[in-house]
């Protein structure tokens, strides 16, 4: 017999959080609301601990580790943004993946060092620790899936939406367009 105690525990479920940063956080944001076994997505700017302590665009991705796993996570934003391309942009556009604890970081450099070999050029994209985050005004959080039609949706946006349904379908949950 199944009392309501019992129920309260089988809701409970184990959530993550790692940043990520790379290219525009409306694009990061979409990319990973689309996944399946990502719970939410906070829009917005992101500094570190360690080097380059300036805010950069960026995103929290809250996950469900059973679902969907950190090296998975880190193989999307890879694919999705210019991991190899060193622009002008890139102090506003960071290529990075933000830790929480020892065993992101270990994790993400090792999935990294994995990936390697699937890329022509070296992978820029660094691990770093977490420090602070500033969420976005309210008005551009989940800019891409409150007005996909807008012009920068369709133009930027939408593309790379296209290419993680070719390359990771299997991972993506309901309500991509």
């Known amino acids: 017999m199944v009392n309501k105690t019992t129920n309260i525990f089988a809701c409970l479920v184990y959530m993550e959080l790692t940043g990520f940063g790379g290219s525009c956080h409306w694009c990061t944001e ?18 570190t601990d360690g080097d380059g302590k300036d805010f950069s665009e960026a995103v929290i991705v809250h996950y469900e580790p059973a679902i969907i796993s950190l090296p998975t996570l880190i193989e999307v934003h890879l694919y999705t943004h210019s991991c190899t391309a060193q622009h002008s942009m890139r102090d506003k556009y960071r290529s990075a993946i933000y830790t929480f604890n020892d065993t992101q970081s270990v994790t993400a450099k090792k999935a990294i060092n994995d990936l390697q070999a699937e890329f022509k050029e070296p992978i820029i994209t660094k691990v770093i620790p977490f ?18 039609d807008k012009p920068f949706c369709r133009n930027i946006i939408y593309p790379k939406l296209q290419l993680l349904l070719r390359q990771f379908g299997d991972r993506i949950g309901p309500g991509i367009r």
Do not use: T
Request: glycine residues 8%; hydrophobic residues 35%.
């Open 131 to 148: 420090g602070e985050f500033k969420l976005n005004e309210e008005q551009y959080l989940d800019y891409y899936y409150r007005d996909p």
């Open 30 to 47: 979409a990319i990973f609301r689309s996944l399946r076994g990502v719970e939410k997505v906070e829009q917005g700017w992101i500094a």
